[in-house]
């Protein structure tokens, strides 16, 4: 592991700015065989398991999930004291940290462990971060519930948590609790938003220009900063709200470490399902 210079991530990741269908061939034994992009034989298996059910699962949550969090910032906008302002701005900053790495820990884990056949988790969690590595084009053509589903779903337990105690706890107490509220409000607002500050960064055509800029000073996720995850065998700056913990994780060797701590426990090697998918030919 360690930082990737500018000939392994050239060599070693998929050519994302290059407009013609995003397929890149083997140089390798198999000839003409897709490397990378919707043409490659995992991929194309990959994409065909979306179902209609999965479909189905996503809307509801996300649309749920939305209802849920204008209803929290009714209640947020209600209870809130100007003169505590600053708070807002630490529970924003502390959100998107916590984001980044709960977001960064919950793909490492997909990326690293467990199966496409794994029951209900397998095809409906762990199947598009298989299809991802092999075509990480594919996430731009995904509309956006389809990008964002799962992370609108996973955070509305909290969601409903905090909207039941809106509804039974008296003023003080809620005003006791704001700022911890509002940090788990907004922690909720940039995990929905995630994997859309992820697609962003793997979009190198018709971006808006702010989303550029806001890249560009690394307040949302670089496509330049992102590219060296997808650099094989993907073991790297799994962070993908901001990547702004990519750095010191990779400083301490965060990852590998509980890679190791974990082989050693169980004797399952870290990305062997996902190297099985990106080898398939046919």
Known sequence: MGVKSATEIIENSMTE?????????SNGSIPNK???GPAHAGAKELA???????RLQETICLFLSIALLAVNFVFLAVYFDPKQWHMVLLCAVLGILSADFVGGLVHWGAD???????PIVGSGFIRPFREHHIDPTSITRHDF????GDNFAVVIPGLAY???????CTSVEIADSYNWKMYLYLLAVFASLTNQCHKWSHTYFGLPWYIVKLQD???LLPRRHHRIHHVAPHETYYCITTGWLNYPLEAIKFWPTLEVLIETLTGC??????????????
């Open 17 to 25: 700015e290059d407009p013609n269908d995003n397929i890149q061939y």
């Open 34 to 36: 897709p490397r990378w």
């Open 48 to 54: 065909s398991k979306y179902t209609a059910g999965k």
């Open 112 to 118: 690293t462990w467990g199966t496409v056949e794994l």
């Open 145 to 148: 519930i389809e990008t964002n």
């Open 162 to 168: 905090m909207l039941y105690q809106f509804l039974t």
């Open 217 to 219: 000073i690394h307040l």
């Open 269 to 282: 090697k870290p990305r062997s399902d996902d190297m099985a998918w990106a080898s398939k030919t046919q």
